[in-house]
């Protein structure tokens, strides 16, 4: 039998998840859609929908993924009216609702398996598997220095380079953490730089690791972006084109003097643990590095009370909150 498990793409911003989306969407059983950003969003605000185990209520959860102003779910391209009858048939959880939706968009493409990419799921992980307990995660790891440095020339990326630091820096721990405590099968890490070195070997280890047969198409995703890439986001340009090595190092033109001694400073164990290079650079300013420090701080406080929240909060949950759609979600054995 072959896999049906979820897949989720996670890693730092700018560290190529899109690029590594499409050729997972290339692949001829796996459909991954643009971000539709639901799934965070819905998790936070199940209470507002009441208890999905009346008609009423499930329909009220899929109209506001279908209609919600923020939930993106447009991207999906598919019928909002029928999507929303097919949560209210569904089984009477929150997972099962945002797997409909996924589900619904890898059969617009007749495929059996779905997947989904958002680099800001690293912080949600545990969250992922309350909602998908059979979920695979992908973490694509890039050289800390590039994902600065491309951070920084984002219009939508409105923080300073402190920020950015401290963004590829939690993606890196975070990824430490889960893969500690995830189970076998359940986490795989690559990096970018191989991947677009080789991607036909890196490819075929991960299809390995999905449980999926290699498809030598996933080596031009570029086929798919068109389709599968939103026009306004710009920013992908680079996702039009083959695959390419051009854009690893190129932060040593694009990061000033004092912005490389910055990352080698506080990120130096990281990047030499994954085989990075550093420059040798002199130590960044104490005053920059206590910058990094104090942002590092306040991102952990705010998470710490989100994660007291929602402790105390699942007290307050009438039922479950698993999808019940795949095989492994329904208790049978997972195939690894």
């Known amino acids: 039998m072959q896999s049906d498990r979820p897949i989720f793409v996670i890693g730092c911003p700018r560290s190529g998840t899109t690029m590594l989306q499409l050729m997972l969407h290339s692949h001829a059983r796996i459909a991954v859609p643009p971000e539709t950003r639901f799934v965070v969003p819905g998790y936070y605000r199940r209470f507002s929908f009441g208890d999905l185990r009346q008609e009423a209520n499930r329909r009220r959860l899929g109209r506001w993924i279908a209609g919600g102003k923020d939930t993106k779910f447009k991207e999906l391209k598919l019928d909002a009216d029928r999507f929303v009858e097919d949560v209210v048939a569904g089984p009477p959880t929150l997972g099962s609702a ?52 491309s951070l920084k020339e984002m219009p939508w990326y409105t923080k300073d380079v402190f920020h950015a630091v401290n963004n590829w820096a ?99 164990e990281r990047l030499t643990s994954l085989g990075y290079e550093l420059t040798g650079a002199p130590e960044a300013d104490k005053a920059h590095v ?47």
């Open 98 to 149: 945002f797997g409909i939706a996924f589900r619904s968009y890898a059969a617009r493409y007749g495929k059996p398996r779905w997947g989904d990419k958002r680099p800001s799921y690293y912080h949600h992980v545990d969250m992922l598997l309350r909602l998908f307990p059979d979920a695979q995660f992908v973490h694509l790891i890039r050289d800390g220095r590039d994902c600065v440095a």
């Open 290 to 336: 206590a910058a990094v420090e104090a942002v590092a701080a306040k991102r952990r406080r705010a998470r710490r009370r989100q994660e007291v929240r929602d402790r105390i909060n699942r007290f307050r949950e009438s039922g479950p909150v698993a999808a019940q759609l795949t095989t492994g979600q329904l208790g049978e054995p997972v195939r690894v």
């Open 170 to 268: 939690e993606a890196i721990d975070f990824g430490r953490r889960h893969a500690r405590r995830l189970p076998a099968g359940s986490y795989y890490e690559l990096r970018y730089e191989n991947l677009t070195a080789d991607p036909e070997t890196e490819l075929s280890k991960l299809c390995a690791y999905l449980g999926e047969d290699y498809d030598p198409a996933m080596t031009e995703p570029y086929h798919v972006a068109r389709m599968a890439i939103p026009q306004h986001k710009v920013w992908h340009g680079n996702t039009h084109g083959e695959v390419t090595t051009a854009r690893s190092g190129s932060w040593r033109k694009r990061l000033e003097p004092w912005e490389i001694a910055l990352c080698e400073t506080v990120l130096a």
